[in-house]
């Protein structure tokens, strides 16, 4: 058991308790804060896969931002405790048969692959942040900018949005 | 201008009548009669002078056969039929008889239906009438000869449903149709057999003699193509000339006016089977078979219609049995071979029927619409022009010597006699039809002109026919006096004439008696004596019957109660018909074809279809249940359902996770 | 080194309980953050591909999902917000006006 694996099931574990917590969880609330826990889980898998960059963006935007704004609109709008109403038809037996049936048809995918994939280590010669930015000033420029734009329209919406009315 | 202008444009013989026909359908609606007679019989006539004037060049030219493509009609395939039209000696004989008594028929028409309504469409449809028949007769081909077969149909439809308010007419123009329509399908059947045995159906080329060599093997033989087509031809001729067992339709058909049954149901029309038989005899001819059939057929139809002749009494009625029994005549004369002798009586049988039918519409005018004879009597003085006429026709029909009937019916019988299957038979059953024609002939003149009125004279006033229609009465009693003497010489062992002039048409095809022979020629002559005998019986018993002794007809009617009712009713054949033929026809049409079919079947799958999709679309409906969270399922579905197919999807390399390298 | 198949099972595994939660949870900010996780999930996947094949592309769409995920997390927020005003709750259950 190299360290490596050891953090990695450390990690992993604690990802997972997360999701299972954000389900498992009545109030909204604690299940962001679930939500969080697995994100800060994962940034520390990229860590452990090299990736700092996006470890750090993860935090920064994810945890930061994403997660602050669900933490503000859930208090913003007083939720409470999910209440119980009737299951839709769809939802109990079929629901949990097809969860089972996409989690295994993922499980058989990658079961099928021939031997395991070794990483292939570090990347060689560019550091991560040097790397990607570079790619995304170079190779991915034109989806960047859009993005830009996409950030520019989404915020526009959301105030429409959120405006009050006006009488 | 070409050398024989009528013959280059031959065309012009069926135009004029169908110019005449549609400028009096289109316009005559508000012209007065004189206007539309004027147009009528002027296309008609006209046409009648050209007729004339293409056999004068006819001879002019050598009797040399005419025949001229004028248009390709259709060309598909293999297929050719043109618009060929020709002139040979029987055509000269068919044209001369289709235009000639068909103009002397408008002519009195134009007398007969002057107080009628519709007088515009009745000379429009006679017109039209006239058109189809003589494309039947100039045709060069089956198909060109079946296009005026048809429309003769439909003009002999038209015609006998001219009083289309009554009932009876029209339904009598229906049973036309449809009996006529069932020997068509014979026809046609015949035509494409004959097509697909000898890839043509041009008369030239299919009666070609160089061309026998050429006749494929399996033509031959009982059941070769001949005998079949024969026999199918046959059936179509039955059809159109009332013939057993198609005949039931030409009784019905004198609901129509009286010169539609001189016209299309003595003189032309019902000839049309008998001309396709006699255009076809090299057909015939190989197959004996079917010549059998066709002699048997004929005598019998002959022997049976005369039977129910008898004891008719509507006076139209019993000319139209007559008309079936001589039609069978014409048939048995094809059947033994002796062709030429079947359109020599065809064109006496043109003249005094046609001329028997106008002097009894002459009659039922006079006496102002009676048609029964029962309800005559004593006219012979009071309309002299018609009774004379009436007569000199019985006398032809009867076969009284040197009438014209005497020297075709003679002629037949002849034939019979000598042919070598089943003559004596066949001889038999047409002397004793000849008996019986000669009575009920006779019958009935005494019942008409004889003895004394059986109506109120003060209610009736008995009158005589203006000169429109007595004109073409006394033309055809003319013709039907002399029109025999063509083979008059040979009576005297001279040359037949009119044989010898139909001779290059049947080549050596005719069983016809050698000239010269003195024992042939004695037994002509006995021959004829015997039915010149049984013709004078025959006159004989009508006259005791009706002049002499008038009551012991009904004390004969009634010992003999079963055999009258049978024949009075027509041997029942029309409600055998109805029930065998109509009933289970109209049983399937309804309950098979219309419930079955079409209501259950076609409407069932339509709206099945229909409310099948309906059905499903409610299925679909549930779907849009409005639930978001069953959306949510169906987007996990939808993304199952890719991952399955990527992961069973055949092939090398998964593209997954394999294609890491 | 870790195994490239263990980061992906990690993935499969959160991507399916990401699906769990999206079917069974009835409050609709609960339902998005399903959809966070499930986005997450995929990232880690992609930043394992690319750890493996040693190319950053992986990396580089990582962090335009991230940015997706951003837009997408303020408009869908401010949505939520008008549904809770609309519905006055925030039961998934509730958004029915197309039901039949």
């Not at chain 1, 963006?57 to 119980?84: K, R, S, T």
């Not at chain 2, 002509?524 to 005791?544: C, D, H, K, M």
């Not at chain 3, 997390?73 to 029915?96: F, H, K, P, T």
Request: proline fraction near 3%.
């Amino acid at each position: 058991m190299t360290p490596q694996l050891l953090i990695f099931f450390v990690l992993a574990a604690l990802a997972v308790m997360g999701a299972v917590s954000l389900i498992l969880q009545k109030h909204p609330i604690h299940s962001a804060l679930s939500l969080i826990v697995v994100m800060v889980a994962l940034a520390g898998l990229y860590l452990l896969m090299g990736a700092e960059f996006v470890a750090a963006v993860q935090i920064i935007v994810y945890g930061g931002a994403i997660m602050v704004l669900f933490v503000f609109v859930i208090m913003l709008l007083n939720a409470g405790i999910e209440e119980h109403t009737s299951l839709s038809k769809f939802a109990g037996p079929p629901g949990l048969l097809l969860v089972v049936a996409l989690a295994g048809f993922v499980a058989a995918t990658i079961a099928r692959s021939t031997g395991t994939v070794q990483a292939a280590g570090q990347t060689g010669a560019m550091s991560s942040t040097k790397g990607i930015s570079s790619m995304l000033f170079r190779d991915f420029v034109y989806p960047f900018e859009l993005t830009s734009f996409l950030i520019l329209v989404a915020i526009m919406g959301a105030v429409v949005l959120a405006q009050r009315e006006k009488n | 201008m070409p050398t024989y202008p009528i013959l280059e444009y031959l065309w012009i013989i069926p135009l004029l009548p169908l110019l005449g026909s549609a400028i009096n359908g289109l316009f005559g609606e508000k012209w007065p009669n004189k206007i539309v007679n004027w147009v009528a019989l002027s296309s008609t006539g006209l046409s009648f002078a050209c007729a004339l004037e293409a056999v004068r060049e006819f001879f002019v030219s050598g009797q040399a056969l005419f025949h001229k493509e004028f248009f390709t009609w259709i060309a598909a395939g293999n297929f050719r039929a043109g618009f060929d039209l020709q002139m040979d000696q029987l055509t000269v004989v068919m044209v001369l008889v289709v235009t000639g008594v068909g103009w002397l028929i408008h002519i009195y028409a134009t007398g007969y239906m002057a107080h009628e309504g519709g007088y515009y469409r009745f000379f429009s449809y006679l017109n039209l009438f006239m058109f189809f028949m003589l494309i039947l007769v100039l045709a060069a081909n089956y198909v060109l000869l079946f296009v005026g077969w048809e429309g003769v149909g439909l003009s002999s439809y038209l015609l006998i449903g001219f009083y289309f308010l009554r009932k009876s007419a029209a339904d009598a123009g229906k049973k036309a149709f449809i009996v006529n329509r069932i020997g068509d399908f014979g026809f046609m059947l015949g035509m494409f057999l004959l097509f697909r045995t000898f890839h043509t159906l041009d008369f030239q080329t299919l009666f070609d003699a160089q061309h026998a060599a050429g006749w494929p093997a399996e033509a031959y033989g009982q059941f070769g193509t001949f005998t079949i087509a024969c026999l199918l031809l046959f059936m179509g001729a039955c059809g159109k000339s009332a013939q057993l067992p198609l005949y039931v339709w030409l009784p019905d058909a004198m609901e129509g006016p009286t010169p539609v049954s001189a016209l299309i149901h003595a003189a032309t029309m019902v000839t049309a089977g008998v001309y396709v038989v006699v255009r076809s005899h090299i057909l015939f001819t190989h197959a004996p078979t079917a010549m059998l059939v066709v002699a048997i057929v004929g005598c019998a139809t002959a022997f049976f219609a005369a039977t129910i002749g008898l004891v008719q009494t509507d006076i139209k009625k019993v000319l139209a049995y007559s008309t079936v029994s001589q039609l069978g005549y014409m048939f048995l004369a094809c059947g033994v071979g002796a062709f030429s002798a079947g359109i020599f009586h065809l064109m006496t049988h043109a003249f005094f029927k046609a001329l028997l039918f106008l002097a009894a519409g002459s009659v039922i005018h006079a006496i102002g619409g009676e048609q029964d004879m029962n309800r005559m009597g004593g006219l012979g003085k009071k309309i002299p022009w018609t009774y004379v006429t009436m007569l000199l026709a019985t006398f032809a029909i009867t076969g009284i010597p040197f009438w014209a009937g005497f020297f075709s019916k003679d002629a037949i019988l002849l034939a019979a006699f000598q042919s070598q299957t089943g003559g004596t038979v066949l001889y038999v059953f047409g002397l004793l039809t000849a008996l019986l024609t000669s009575f009920y002939m006779f019958r009935l003149i005494f019942l008409t002109f004889g003895s004394t009125p059986r109506f109120d004279e003060h209610k009736v006033h008995v009158h005589e026919s203006p000169w429109s229609m007595l004109g073409p009465l006394v033309v055809l009693a003319v013709l039907s006096t002399v029109g025999g003497w063509l083979a008059l010489p040979a009576f005297f062992q001279g040359p037949d004439y009119f044989a010898n002039f139909l001779g290059p048409v049947f080549g050596g095809h005719e069983t016809a008696e050698a000239a010269g022979d003195i024992a042939a020629h004695h037994l002509e002559l006995i021959l004829a004596g015997v039915a010149v005998s049984t013709a004078l019986i025959g006159l004989g018993v009508a006259y005791w019957l009706y002049l002499k002794r008038p009551g012991k007809v009904d004390d004969l009617a009634k010992s003999m109660k079963p055999a009258y009712t049978t024949l009075l009713n027509k041997y029942y054949v029309d409600e055998l018909y109805a029930a065998v033929v109509v009933k289970p026809l109209l049983w399937i049409s309804t309950v098979v074809l219309w419930k079955g079919v079409d209501v259950a079947g076609i409407d069932g799958a339509v709206n099945g279809v229909a409310e099948g999709l309906t059905t499903v679309g409610d299925g679909v409906r549930h779907t849009q249940s409005g639930n978001t969270r069953s959306y949510a399922v169906w987007v996990v579905v939808g993304a199952i359902v890719i991952i399955a197919v990527i992961f069973f999807w055949p092939g090398p390399g998964k593209p997954v996770i394999g294609m890491v390298r | 080194m870790v195994p490239t198949n263990y980061y992906v099972v990690l993935s499969a595994v959160l991507f399916g309980l990401g699906v769990f939660a999206f079917i069974f949870k009835r409050n609709i900010i609960v339902i998005f953050m399903s959809i966070e996780l499930m986005l997450n999930a995929v990232n880690l996947a992609f930043v394992a591909f690319s750890q493996a094949l040693g190319k950053l592309d992986g990396q580089v769409f990582v962090l335009f999902v991230i940015v997706v995920a951003a837009a997408e997390a303020a408009v869908g927020l401010g949505i939520i917000i008008l549904i809770a005003r609309n519905r006055q709750s925030l039961n998934v259950e509730r958004v029915d006006l197309l039901k039949l």
